[in-house]
Structure formats: structure tokens, C-alpha cells
């Protein structure tokens, strides 16, 4: 019997390990370009793989909505990410229970600008690199 990757229950599915939504689909992507290609996946129980779905969306909206983020990441946020968010602003909206007005300055040019830093739901986040740990 193989077991799931997070418990001792038998494995019914597979799960990508990390998960596959952090990977742009590839028509948020230049031509060409396919990210999702030789995903690793882990054997999972239904419920290992079924209770990470919603918090897979929260992990990626948290490296994505980071400032510090790559082209990859900003096409992924003006993609998948404002699509899920149209269609479920569920998520967003936690995160914008709690914005608090920043000044940055980006450290190559210098250039400032105003933005906003959230709370994160630490528990959730943690619980979600454990999983890809
Ligand atoms: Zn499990």
C-alpha cells in the first residue's frame, strides 16, 4: 500500500509537491514558454489533497502580491491571480482587512513609491511550506 505524503493513510491520488497553480498556465506565459512541464507529484489521501486546494490559492497569492516579485510573478498576478479574484474575492479581501499605507524605495534606482504591506494569515502560510517542505 502506498501512503499518503502527509499522513499514514493510503495514498488515492497524487499531489503536486509544490503545488501546480504556483506554476503560470501557459497563455500567462510568452509562446514557448511552458512552466507546468515535469511537475513533481507525492501519492495523497482524498483529504491531504482535497484540504490544500484553497490553501495552495492563499500561498500563491502571497509571493505574488509581494513587490519584490519577477516578471513571471507579475504576469502571474495580472493572470490567474485577478481571474481567481473575480471570481472568488474571498481571499483578496483578507488580505485587504488589514492594509497599512508603506512608503518603498526601490533600491537600484531609487525611485519611491507608496504601497501597502498586509497581515498574513501566519498559521496558514506555515502550514503551507510545511506541506511543500
Ligand atoms: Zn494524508
Not at 483578496?92 to 525611485?111: A, C, K, L, N, Y
Request: aromatic residues 8%; negative net charge; glycine residues 4%.
Amino acid at each position: 500500500m502506498t501512503t499518503c505524503y502527509m499522513c499514514d493513510n493510503e495514498a488515492t491520488s497524487v499531489e503536486h509537491a509544490p503545488p501546480k497553480c504556483l506554476f503560470p498556465k501557459n497563455r500567462d506565459l510568452p509562446a514557448g514558454t511552458n512552466l507546468r512541464r515535469n511537475l513533481i507529484t507525492v501519492p495523497s489521501c482524498e483529504a491531504h489533497n482535497q484540504e490544500t486546494s484553497t490553501d495552495d490559492e492563499y500561498l500563491l497569492y502571497v509571493l505574488v502580491i509581494n513587490i519584490v516579485s519577477n516578471q513571471i510573478a507579475q504576469n502571474h498576478f495580472f493572470g490567474a491571480i485577478m481571474r481567481g479574484i473575480e471570481r472568488n474575492p474571498s481571499l483578496i479581501q483578507r488580505f485587504s482587512q488589514t492594509p497599512m499605507p508603506v512608503i518603498t524605495q526601490d533600491t537600484v534606482t531609487g525611485e519611491i513609491a507608496s504601497s501597502f504591506a498586509v497581515q498574513i494569515e501566519y498559521e496558514r502560510f506555515k502550514n503551507s511550506i510545511d506541506k511543500l517542505v
